[in-house]
């Protein structure tokens, strides 16, 4: 017997050293970030906005290359025929194309910062989505470990008054059933937040990091109630105003004006250019052997200009065509995003003020009740999954509606 309890307690030893040794570890481990904080450190972070800046620069290169006077010509003549003499023949353009060059240099250095933006944009959606799919999951797995740890409390009386026979076999398993499935939910919670916090760390450069955020989701319900509807009241009824400051749309009106740009350049390259050459053209005992010459660089071969006007002509035609595209397709972005976030506002208005007070008063009254015997064990399951089922679609609802709120800011390039 006193080897048992030596036994005994150098297990409940063990236990507390692994409790006390790897529990503050994992929660050492854990790292809160506020989202203007995974914001921020995104954007700096961000391989898409790293590529946006060389593309940036290289058409900054390309522009303090745009005077790009063609190769000069070294030449070696015999003008007298007595022997052969080097000389050097230059063809420039008329300022008017150096111009058109640096014009088209100049949109294609805006239309990469309109392209950036865009990046941006997409970046900071793509960061405000991970971190409200971590903060829904983190919510989840904190509704579902309250449901777990009742329904776990609720089979042990359960148990009790099966030995007690006050409860039939059927409620004793029925019991047991929910139970087990709201520790299979738990579980398959705990699972979505790895992968929640996976992706959140991918983009912040942190893939192994243990992240959480630092608001949770359910409290900030009151708060998105208001920030909504005030956004919602402020919105133009017009998509065209609406979407002004649209990145997306900004980009695709650059590429219209690039596209005007090179139509510009190909009629400038029509007109003729000047020949300026540096030759000996006199005999051996000339007293001024070298002589300056000039010329005019004719285009005579006209079809090559024709056709290259044609296909700058074309897709400046294109970019037209996908400028409409792209406002046609965030129109309707646009809609459907205010129609969801107009549904999820009234949704949420809903369970702020009915639905979850009432499942707190179902979930109070109902064990109450039951504990007085005034209810049924089969009034008291179904009265805790409406309540539960309420608390979790009012989550949902959140988690909805935030994401309808991000999605009608980037649209709206906020």
């Known amino acids: 017997m006193k080897y048992?309890?030596?036994?005994?307690?150098?297990q409940v030893l063990l236990v507390l050293a692994l409790l006390l040794g790897l529990l503050p570890e994992a929660a050492r481990a854990q790292t809160a970030i506020r989202l203007d904080s995974a914001e921020a450190l995104t954007l700096r972070r961000h391989p898409r906005l790293r590529q946006s800046n060389q593309e940036i620069e290289e058409q900054r290169a390309l522009k303090r290359g745009s005077f790009a006077p063609a190769n000069p010509d070294f030449l070696f003549s015999a003008p007298t025929g007595e022997r052969w003499?080097?000389?050097v023949v230059q063809t420039i353009d008329l300022p008017n194309v150096y111009r058109r060059q640096r014009q088209l240099a100049e949109a294609g250095i805006t239309l990469a910062e309109?392209?950036?933006?865009?990046?941006?944009?997409?970046?900071?959606?793509?960061?405000?989505?991970?971190?409200?799919?971590?903060?829904?999951?983190?919510?989840?797995?904190?509704?579902?470990t309250y449901q777990d740890s009742l329904f776990r409390a609720l089979r042990v009386a359960t148990e009790r008054l099966f030995a007690a026979g006050e409860v039939t076999s059927l409620q004793r398993i029925s019991t047991d059933a929910e139970a087990r499935q709201v520790s299979v939910q738990l579980q398959q919670a705990a699972a979505d937040r790895q992968a929640a916090q996976r992706r959140l760390g991918l983009l912040l450069g942190q893939p192994t990091a243990a992240l959480t955020t630092s608001t949770?989701?359910?409290?900030?319900?009151?708060?998105?109630?208001?920030?909504?509807?005030?956004?919602?009241?402020?919105?133009?009824?017009?998509?065209s105003t609406a979407l002004v400051r649209s990145p997306t749309l900004a980009a695709a009106t650059q590429n219209v004006a690039l596209s005007q740009s090179g139509i510009s350049l190909v009629r400038a390259r029509r007109t003729p250019?000047?020949?300026?050459?540096y030759q000996n053209q006199a005999f051996e005992?000339?007293?001024?052997?070298?002589?300056?010459?000039?010329?005019?660089s004719v285009p005579i071969w006209f079809w090559t200009y024709r056709s290259q006007l044609q296909a700058a002509t074309a897709r400046s035609q294109a970019a037209g065509y996908q400028l409409q595209t792209q406002r046609l397709e965030l129109s309707t972005l646009y809609q459907q995003s205010l129609a969801d976030t107009r549904k999820f506002s009234a949704s949420l208005g809903y369970y702020e003020q009915t639905g979850v007070p009432q499942s707190r008063a179902i979930i109070s009254q109902s064990q109450r009740l039951f504990k007085a015997g005034e209810i049924s064990y089969l009034v008291l399951i179904q009265s805790l999954n409406q309540?539960?089922?309420?608390?979790?679609?009012?989550?949902?609802?959140?988690?909805?509606y935030r994401q309808a709120l991000i999605e009608l800011n980037y649209l709206r390039g906020e």
């Open 4 to 10: 048992i309890k030596i036994k005994w307690a150098a």
């Open 85 to 87: 003499a080097p000389g």
């Open 114 to 144: 309109r392209n950036r933006d865009v990046s941006r944009a997409s970046v900071l959606r793509d960061t405000r989505l991970a971190y409200l799919s971590l903060q829904f999951a983190e919510a989840q797995v904190r509704q579902l």
């Open 216 to 239: 949770d989701l359910r409290r900030s319900g009151p708060e998105l109630v208001q920030t909504g509807g005030a956004l919602l009241a402020g919105l133009p009824t017009e998509d």
């Open 273 to 277: 250019a000047l020949t300026v050459g």
């Open 285 to 296: 005992n000339s007293a001024l052997k070298y002589r300056f010459q000039f010329g005019v």
């Open 387 to 400: 309540a539960f089922t309420i608390q979790n679609t009012y989550l949902t609802t959140i988690r909805d």
